[in-house]
């Protein structure tokens, strides 16, 4: 794992939100919570790709369940920090999923956009259950009603990068969250 103290792919950071040992903590926990809820079931846990890969990989390995895996991809047009509003499908789920259990795994609900447009494409599907586990929200900058089932943290309105979270595609393998040096992203 990188060190935080010698890489310098922190030095673009102003500040760490959320340190690695906090994140395991808090994504355990609700590994711990998803294998309650599921408890006789063999929940679809689907991945929005790509920010939600590092999450999904290490809340999976914390639900003590039998569980299948599955994949989609969207896209938002727009600036980098910003998305538009309009959503598109990169990557569909290999498989049917007419009676499952889905979890949808995502990284950061902020608009609500992507996630509401996911929930909606899916839900014509035959599913038995749709629910949502982000690993952040922030909710003050939420356009549509949409509350995630299972949240990790709650976050104030800045831009975040790492564990999984990018601006322009870097900074998706710091193993700690942080707040981007607005520097970074203006010039
Ligand atoms: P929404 O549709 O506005 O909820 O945006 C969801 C997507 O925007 C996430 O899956 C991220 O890819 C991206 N996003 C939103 N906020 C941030 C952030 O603070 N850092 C990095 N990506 C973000
Ligand atoms: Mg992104």
Redesign the pocket.
């Known amino acids: 794992m990188l060190n935080r103290e010698t890489s310098k792919l922190y030095d673009d950071l102003e500040r760490v939100l959320l340190g690695r040992e906090e994140i395991a903590a808090r994504v355990a926990e609700l590994g711990a919570e998803i294998t309650r809820d599921y408890a006789g079931k063999t929940p679809l846990c689907v991945g929005?790709l790509k920010?939600?890969t590092p999450f999904y990989c290490d809340l999976i390995r914390c639900i003590d369940l039998k569980l299948t895996m599955d994949f989609m991809a969207?896209s938002?047009y727009g600036s980098a920090?910003k998305?538009s509003?309009v959503?598109r499908l990169l990557k569909d789920l290999d498989h049917d999923i007419l009676g499952r259990d889905v979890v949808i795994i995502?990284?950061?609900?902020?608009?609500?956009?992507?996630?509401?447009?996911l929930k909606e494409n899916l839900k014509g599907r035959g599913a038995a259950s749709i629910k949502i586990c982000t690993l952040?929200d922030?909710p003050a900058?939420r356009?549509v009603d949409l509350k995630p089932d299972y949240c990790g943290f709650v976050i104030e309105d800045?831009?975040?990068?790492g564990y999984g979270?990018?601006?322009d595609e870097v900074y998706r393998n710091l193993p700690d969250i942080g707040v981007?040096k607005e520097e970074v992203y203006t010039k």
């Open positions: 929005i920010g939600a969207t938002s920090t998305s509003g959503v995502e990284d950061i609900v902020d608009s609500g956009v992507t996630l509401q447009y952040l922030k900058r356009r800045a831009f975040v990068v979270l990018d601006y981007l």
